[in-house]
C-alpha cells in the first residue's frame, strides 16, 4: 500500500473565512526572534560558533574555538537592537520567539517584553540545527526548553516554533500536549491542523520570505527599502483577498540595525493606515482559529484497509468495486481524501482499464425510470439520483417517452443511456436523448464514460466532507 504523507491540496480554491474579529480584512502578525545569547557557542557547549543569519554572509563554524566578530554581531542584537525594537513595537501585539537559553541570559530584555504584553512563544532551548538530531535528544531539549522558559517567564510557552527543524518536530510538539500552536511550517497563508496520533495540532504557519533573514543571504534585501517594498506587495495582495494573515520575521541583530529598521516603521505607519488590519500575537490568532474553525476527524479513505475502502467506496462506479480496490494500491495520500481527490484516483482505475472492462461498468447502469426503477431494485444512489430530477414521479406518458428513447439508445449502441441525472430535470434529459441518439458510437461511448464519471463525483460529495 503507497501512501504520501505530505498534503499538496491544503484549503484548496476556497479556503474558510477566517472571520478575524471585528471584521478585519488581514491579520498583520509580527515575530520577533530572541536568539541572541543562545547562537552555537563553545561557550554553550557547543562544538563550534556560529555561522548562521548575520553580517559575514557566507560564515563557517569554527569548531572548538570562539568567533569574535560573529559574538560581537549577535550582541548587538540584544544590547542595542532589541531596545530599539522595543521602543518602536511597544504598543504593538506581537509575538517573541525566545530561544530558552537566551531568555535566560536576558533578564532586562524579558521584563520588557512582559511590559509591553508581548506573547513569548518557545524558540527551542538553543538556536542550534536539528535535521539531524537523535529523535530522543530532540524531545529532552523540546522538555527542556519547555521547563527553563516557564522558569524565565513565569508562564509556560502556548506556541513553539524551532525553526532549524526536524522532520519530527511538528510531531515532537504536538506529543507534548503544551502548544495551542506549532509554527514550523510554510505551507499556507491561513492557520490549519494536523493530527499527531491521537492528537489535533493547529499550526500556525510562519514565513521566511516577507523575513529580514533575507539580508543575511544571497540574492536577498541589501537594503530596507527593498523590504519596506516587499512587506507592502505582500500586505497588498492579503488585504484586497481578505481574510488572510501576514507573518513578518524579525531579528534582532539584523532589522535592529538603524539602516534597516526605518524600513520597518514606515512599513507599520503604511498597515495603520488601512481600515480593517489586526494587529495581533500569534497565540491570539491560534485561539481565534481553535474557536471558530474547531478540528472535526473523519475517515479519511487514504488510511483505510483494503475490504474498508471498497465497502466505502465499491458503489461509487456502478456495481465496479474492482475500481475501488485498484484504486487504493495507488499512491494514496491528504490530497486522496477530498471528493476531488478520490474521484481522480477512481477515475485513473476506469480510464485505464481496457474496453470490455468499461463497457460493463456502462452496463451496469441501469436505465432512466426503467424496469428497475418500478420494481424499486435500483441501488440506493442510483434510486436518489433519479428522484432527484423527478423521475420517480414520472406520468404515464412520460414514462412510455422514457422507455422509448432507452430502447432506441440501447438498440443503436449497446449500452445503456447513462447522464449525471443530479445536473438535470426531466425536459433536459430528454433533450439529451435527442442529441446523444446522433451520435455516432465512438462519440457516445466517450461521453458515456464521461457522464459515468461526472455521477461518481457527485456521490463522492455525498460521502466525504469536503
Known amino acids: 500500500m503507497q501512501r504520501y504523507p505530505r498534503d499538496m491540496t491544503g484549503y484548496g480554491a476556497t479556503p474558510p473565512a477566517a472571520q478575524w474579529p471585528r471584521d478585519a480584512r488581514i491579520a498583520v502578525q509580527i515575530v520577533l526572534n530572541f536568539e541572541e545569547g543562545g547562537e552555537n557557542n563553545i561557550l554553550h557547549g557547543d562544538p563550534a560558533s556560529e555561522a548562521f543569519l548575520s553580517e559575514i554572509v557566507g560564515a563557517a563554524a569554527w569548531p572548538g ?59 527551542g532551548l538553543k538556536w542550534i540545527e536539528y535535521k539531524d538530531a537523535p ?39 504536538a506529543e507534548t500536549g503544551q502548544f495551542a500552536y506549532v509554527a514550523d511550517s510554510y505551507a499556507d497563508d491561513l492557520p490549519y491542523w494536523v493530527e499527531c496520533g491521537a492528537r489535533d495540532q493547529l499550526i500556525v504557519p510562519y514565513t521566511l520570505d516577507a523575513n529580514d533573514m533575507r539580508f543575511a543571504t544571497p540574492q536577498g534585501f541589501n537594503a530596507g527599502a527593498q523590504f519596506l517594498d516587499y512587506l507592502k506587495a505582500s500586505f497588498d495582495v492579503l488585504y484586497r483577498e481578505g481574510g488572510r494573515m501576514l507573518s ?50 473523519f475517515d479519511r479513505p487514504s488510511r483505510m484497509d483494503s475490504d474498508t475502502f471498497v465497502a466505502a467506496f465499491g458503489g461509487v462506479f456502478e456495481h465496479s468495486p474492482w475500481i475501488a480496490k485498484g484504486a487504493h494500491a495507488l499512491e494514496l495520500g491528504p490530497a486522496h481524501d477530498t471528493a476531488l481527490g478520490l474521484h481522480n484516483a ?56 422514457f422507455q ?7 438498440d443503436k449502441f449497446g449500452f445503456p443511456f447513462i447522464i449525471a441525472v443530479r445536473e438535470h430535470d426531466k425536459a433536459s434529459i430528454m433533450a439529451a436523448f435527442g442529441t446523444r441518439l446522433q451520435n455516432n458510437r465512438e462519440t457516445e461511448l466517450a461521453a458515456a464514460c464521461d457522464q459515468v464519471e461526472r455521477i461518481a463525483l457527485h456521490r463522492l460529495r455525498a460521502i466525504l466532507p469536503r
Not at 522558559?149 to 526536524?166: D, I, K, L, Q
Open 346 to 401: 477512481l477515475c485513473r482505475i476506469f480510464r485505464s482499464a481496457g474496453d470490455d472492462a468499461r463497457l460493463g461498468v456502462l452496463n451496469a447502469h441501469p436505465d432512466l425510470a426503467g424496469k428497475l426503477a418500478a420494481a424499486k431494485r435500483l441501488t440506493p444512489d442510483s434510486t436518489a439520483e433519479q428522484a432527484s430530477a423527478g423521475l420517480d414521479a414520472l406520468t404515464d406518458g412520460e414514462r412510455t417517452a
Open 65 to 123: 574555538q570562539r568567533h569574535w566578530n560573529m559574538e560581537s554581531i549577535y550582541e548587538y542584537g540584544a544590547r542595542a537592537g532589541f531596545w530599539r525594537l522595543h521602543r518602536m513595537l511597544a504598543d504593538l501585539p506581537i509575538t517573541v520567539y525566545g530561544v530558552a537559553s537566551a531568555l535566560a541570559r536576558a533578564p532586562e530584555q524579558v521584563a520588557a517584553m512582559q511590559s509591553a504584553g508581548w506573547e513569548i512563544a518557545s524558540h
Open 248 to 297: 513578518i520575521g524579525l531579528h534582532c541583530r539584523l532589522i535592529g540595525r538603524p539602516g534597516r529598521a526605518e524600513a520597518l516603521r514606515q512599513f507599520i505607519e503604511y498597515a495603520k493606515s488601512h481600515d480593517g488590519v489586526w494587529f495581533t500575537t500569534r497565540e491570539r490568532i491560534a485561539d481565534h482559529w481553535a474557536m471558530t474553525h474547531p478540528y472535526q476527524r
Open 404 to 410: 422509448a428513447q432507452n430502447a432506441a439508445y440501447l
Open 135 to 173: 529523535e530522543d535528544a530532540e524531545r529532552a531539549d523540546m522538555l527542556e526548553a519547555i521547563r527553563l522558559h516557564t522558569e524565565v517567564t513565569g508562564t509556560a510557552p502556548r506556541g513553539w516554533y524551532t525553526g532549524r527543524c526536524s522532520v519530527n518536530t511538528v510531531r515532537l510538539a
